[in-house]
């Protein structure tokens, strides 16, 4: 789904990604782990669209995206969420999930005025999406409350759930594990695993948990410094001496 070639990205005189070349394989969830400052926020960045790369190339489904800003690739179905979540706070769950889809013909005053039986057919599908993914992630008794009174775990699931609202091709998914309590987490996890499984998703998720990792990724790639140090199964790269002294340690 994702192949990066050669990817660079510098600021001024740091290397925060230097020469990283990898794939994403479709239908597949891969984990990407190192240590901190090891690059993999900017390389995520950068391949969803908010730093431009320094050099190299990302191609998306076989179509060369480098340098597309966020919201072009979004609507060729690129997704993140981030380590902090970045909810609407003062919209509720269901305003959150609703306003998701892009070019919603209501967004046109002239639709509004001349065509209001289109703008309506259109939020009932939207609405209609947003009741199915609210029932799936288990936020449907939350649908009503406004996004900021929210707890940790509900926040990363609400942004998982932004992200089914538009059938996504890939999905970024930085830290979702961060913060959250065990039961969350649980749901959170089986909300991935069965997205990957039942409906074909493409997931690449930055995480410290291995557990986490091991549960879920079918491969992970291990950077450090900049660079990919290895790529494997998650016991390949748990046993492999070069992640032990730079990430996992030998306690």
């Known amino acids: ?17 230097d020469g990283v070349s990898c794939e994403i394989p479709k239908g597949k ?92 057919q259109r939020e009932a599908q939207v609405y209609e999406r947003a009741q199915q993914v609210m029932k799936f992630l288990q936020l449907d008794h939350v649908a009503q409350e406004l996004a900021g009174n929210l707890s940790g775990g509900q926040k990363k699931l609400l942004e998982l759930g932004r992200t089914m609202m ?24 089986t909300a991935i695993r069965r997205l990957n499984q039942e409906q074909g998703y493409t997931f690449c998720m930055i995480e410290h948990d291995m557990e986490l990792i091991s549960q879920l990724c079918d491969s992970v790639i291990v950077m450090a410094e900049g660079k990919v140090l290895c790529q494997g199964s998650a016991g390949e790269v748990q046993a492999d001496v070069r992640v032990i002294d730079a990430y996992l340690g030998r306690g």
């Open 166 to 189: 538009v059938r996504p091709k890939a999905v970024f998914l930085d830290e979702v594990g961060a913060g959250v309590n065990r039961t969350l987490l649980k749901t959170i996890t």
């Open 1 to 17: 789904m994702i192949c990066i070639h050669h990817l660079h990205m510098h600021f001024g005189g740091i290397r925060a990604v």
């Open 29 to 120: 969830i891969t984990g990407l782990i190192g240590p901190n400052g090891a690059g993999k926020t900017t390389l995520f960045n950068v391949i969803a669209g908010h730093h431009k790369p320094t050099s190299g190339s990302v191609y998306l489904d076989g179509e060369d995206v480098t340098g597309l800003p966020a919201h072009e690739l979004f609507a060729r179905g690129l997704l993140r969420t981030f380590q902090i979540a970045h909810e609407f706070s003062t919209l509720t769950v269901q305003e959150n999930l609703m306003m998701v889809p892009g070019e919603q013909p209501g967004e046109q005053l002239w639709d509004v005025w001349l065509r209001p039986q289109r703008v309506w």
